[in-house]
Every structure is written in structure tokens, then in C-alpha cells.
């Protein structure tokens, strides 16, 4: 292996405090990864910490370098593990890098003095957060089995006083699965969030925590449920929320209708370039795959840039688009989604072929139903124009319109029947 070889940017997801959380969300994966590391106290050492941010800094030839804090539940570690960081990152910094720090948080535990800290120090928050209390609490509850809604929005207050940056991770599992534009409407108009992902629960039955099985328990959120939940909030999104709310599924989408698909590792044609560091420098070629055969080795035995650059890991990460099957490759859509992420491809084609999505059908429903609407934004958005056009669009014609308008030429007539041409007419959005 060369160093030549070393990709100029990539991504850890380091967790300072491995698998351990303060609360015991019922779908969550990272829990069972304890088992990885019996009688450990699952908390990163500052050897292990310095040596995380010098070979992190020391690894990227770019000058924009991601520090992502992720658990389990950061906050356990305390401010003064994150204080220190900074510090680090001051002392390693290239004189031409540009550091971003990611943190994500249940927000059980956030302070004015948390809140402070991140807004002095440009920390973009990811909060997780189910939807209305109802929803929140079905699943998201603490060690002693009590809903955490109420704790939650008490750190959704304190991240606004302070002026913090934060997004809302949502998972969308069996229960709320069923509640698209509610779960929406209450993030957009109730958090007032203008950043939201959309994260479905597909949860492995079985006992290891490994992506292993192809059953799922019963609180993984339904294929077609799934592309129903995203059709319902799109329908919305499209026609009110373009350019206002930042919804990462829609704009992950849409940028395969512009020829970018990979914006977001999840539509990416390969991956490989995210990975996730344990409490004790162990490196694991993702987050999805904390387990022993897709361990790379330990950053404080074997440098981080060889870990990344290694074998294994480019071939992890290039078995995502050899090993799609042939299904997706003769698939409309396999443009935007390339079989969307590896951990969920463990269901049979309708011809047999082992390796499908089990998100397939949701997905493919909810591209069907968007691509009239995303060839409009990603058309006006390589003449140059918003994609927020779109909305314009489609108030003043209806779907069959839009659907037409979506093949029309720009000297072509206007397919509202004004009588003028679509790029005098509804192909302009000034």
C-alpha cells in the first residue's frame, strides 16, 4: 500500500464514549457494539485523543477538515474533553485549515455552558428527535423506561438562546413511519429547524448487532411505509418549503437528477470514505459495521492515513457498486440512489439475485413520484436559476402540467396554456 494512494479528504465519526448513552433508545445499534469491549469504561483517554486529532490533521491534503463527535452520547465525556479538543486542534492545525466540528446529541444533558461552548467555538449540532411527543417517546426512552420528549426540547430551547447551529436527525422507524407530515410540520413550524434528515430504522433481528439475518424486528420502518412517509413530506416540501427548510434526503436526491449523485455517502456509487473510530483508537471501515471482520486496526499502533489508504478498505468501500445487482444496474433510478447504503442490501430480487435494498420499493415509489418535479429544480438550477422556482411552478399549474413541463424545451410552449414559452412563463422564476 502507498501513501500516494490516501484519499485527500475523508471522514471519522469518532465516539468518545464508544457504545455508552444515558439513555436506552429501543432501536438503537450502537448499544449491543458493548460487547465489543467487555469491562471497558468506554471513555477516550487524551493519549488516544491527541493522537485522534494530530493524525486526523496530519492525514488531509484538503484544507476543509471535519471533527465529528458521535456516540453513544458525547456529552458524557464532559465539556472539558471537548475544551481540550479545541485546544489540539489549535496545536495540529495546518496554517491554511479549516476545521468544522460535528456533534451529536440526544441533548438530554445540554447546559447554557454546552450551548455557549458550541456557539463560541462554530460547532454544528446534529439533535436527535422523533417527532411530537407521542412519537418521541415510543421508542426514545431513558434507563429507566421514561420518555425523553420533554428534556429534549429543553435542549432544543437552550440551543436557540445561544444561537447554536443545530439539525434535526430523525429516525424514522415503525411508529412514526406512519406520520410523515405530522413528523414534518412539527420539526418546520413547532422546532423551527431549517435542517432535517431523515434516517430509516432497519433493524436487524438478531442478537449480535452485526448486519447479519434478512428479517428485521418489528420497529424497522416498512419499505413502501418508508416511501410513503417521504412522498407525504415532499408533497409539502415541493410546494412550500424549497430553498426555506433543507431536507438532506431531497437534496441527496436531487443531485443525481443534476449528475451528482454522492453527495451524501448513502446515493454515492462506492463509499469507504466514512469511517468510525472507537473510544480506544480502534478504526472500523463505518459506522453501520462496528464488528470484528470490518475491523481496519488501531490508530495508536498503526498510523490513521495507512488505515484509510489500506486494502481493505478500498475494497470495502468499492463493494458497494461491484457487488449491485443487476436489478438496480437495469434500473431507472439507479442514477440517483446506486442501491442506496450496504447495510440494508440483504433481500432477493424478484428474480432471485441476492443483494437488493430492502428500502427498494419505498425508495423507487417515492423517485417516481419526485422525478417530474426534480428534473424542473435540477433544470432550473443548471440555467442557473433556484431550485425554489419550482414552487412558482406549481402554483400556478397543477401535476399533469408539471409533469409535462419537466420534458419541455425552453422555446417549446408554456405547458399551463398561457400561450407563451415555458422560458417566458413558468420556466422563469425571476
Not at 436527535?128 to 429507566?144: A, N, T
Not at 438562546?161 to 413511519?177: M, P, Q, R
Request: glycine fraction near 10%; aromatic fraction near 12%.
Amino acid at each position: 500500500m502507498a501513501l500516494s494512494d490516501a484519499p485527500a479528504s475523508f471522514h471519522i465519526m469518532a465516539k468518545p464514549t464508544g457504545s455508552d448513552c444515558n439513555l436506552n433508545c429501543e432501536y438503537c445499534f450502537f448499544l449491543k457494539k458493548e460487547k465489543l469491549y467487555p469491562g471497558s469504561d468506554f471513555r477516550m483517554t487524551d493519549t488516544v485523543h491527541e493522537a485522534y486529532i494530530r493524525q486526523l490533521l496530519e492525514a488531509h491534503q484538503t484544507a476543509q477538515v471535519t471533527v465529528a463527535w458521535q456516540g453513544g452520547e458525547p456529552t458524557l465525556m464532559g465539556l472539558d474533553f471537548f475544551r481540550r479538543s479545541v485546544e489540539l486542534q489549535e496545536t495540529y492545525q495546518k496554517a491554511t485549515t479549516r476545521i468544522q466540528n460535528t456533534f451529536q446529541t440526544n441533548g438530554i444533558l445540554l447546559t447554557d455552558q454546552w450551548c455557549q461552548f458550541f456557539h463560541e467555538n462554530n460547532f454544528l449540532v446534529g439533535l436527535s428527535l422523533d417527532g411530537p411527543q407521542e412519537l418521541h417517546d415510543f421508542y426514545r426512552k431513558d434507563k429507566g423506561g421514561r420518555g425523553t420528549f420533554e428534556r429534549v426540547m429543553r435542549g432544543v430551547g437552550l440551543l436557540q438562546k445561544h444561537e447554536v447551529e443545530f439539525n434535526i436527525l430523525c429516525a424514522v422507524n415503525a411508529k412514526n413511519g406512519a406520520h410523515g407530515l405530522k413528523v414534518y410540520r412539527f420539526f418546520r413550524d413547532e422546532v423551527a429547524t431549517p435542517y432535517i434528515q431523515f434516517i430509516p430504522v432497519v433493524e436487524r433481528a438478531n442478537d449480535t448487532g452485526f448486519q447479519e439475518g434478512d428479517t428485521v424486528t418489528k420497529r424497522s420502518v416498512g419499505s413502501e411505509q418508508f416511501g410513503r412517509f417521504l412522498v407525504e413530506i415532499f408533497d409539502e416540501w415541493v410546494r412550500c418549503d424549497v430553498g426555506r427548510t433543507f431536507v438532506l434526503n431531497f437534496d441527496g436526491a436531487l443531485a443525481g437528477w443534476l449528475g451528482r449523485a454522492g453527495t451524501i455517502c448513502l446515493f454515492g456509487p462506492t463509499c469507504g470514505l466514512g469511517m468510525a473510530l472507537e473510544f480506544n483508537g480502534d478504526l472500523y471501515s463505518c459506522d453501520h459495521f462496528v464488528e470484528p471482520k470490518h475491523f481496519l486496526g488501531n490508530i495508536m499502533e498503526t498510523p490513521m492515513v495507512e488505515l484509510v489508504a489500506s486494502e481493505k478498505q478500498r475494497t470495502f468501500g468499492q463493494a458497494k457498486r461491484d457487488a449491485l445487482p443487476r436489478y438496480c444496474r437495469e434500473c431507472e433510478f439507479v442514477f440517483v440512489c446506486n442501491g442506496e447504503c450496504p447495510k440494508n442490501r440483504f433481500v432477493r430480487s424478484p428474480d432471485g439475485e441476492e443483494g437488493l435494498n430492502y428500502l427498494c420499493s419505498g425508495y423507487k415509489g417515492f423517485f417516481q413520484h419526485a422525478d417530474p418535479y426534480m428534473r424542473i429544480m435540477a433544470r432550473l438550477m443548471l440555467s442557473g436559476k433556484s431550485a425554489d422556482g419550482v414552487m412558482k411552478i406549481l402554483s400556478q399549474g397543477n401535476v399533469r402540467s408539471t409533469e409535462k413541463s419537466a420534458a419541455v424545451g425552453r422555446n417549446d410552449p408554456c405547458p399551463c396554456g398561457s400561450g407563451l414559452k415555458f422560458k417566458r412563463c413558468h420556466g422563469n422564476d425571476g
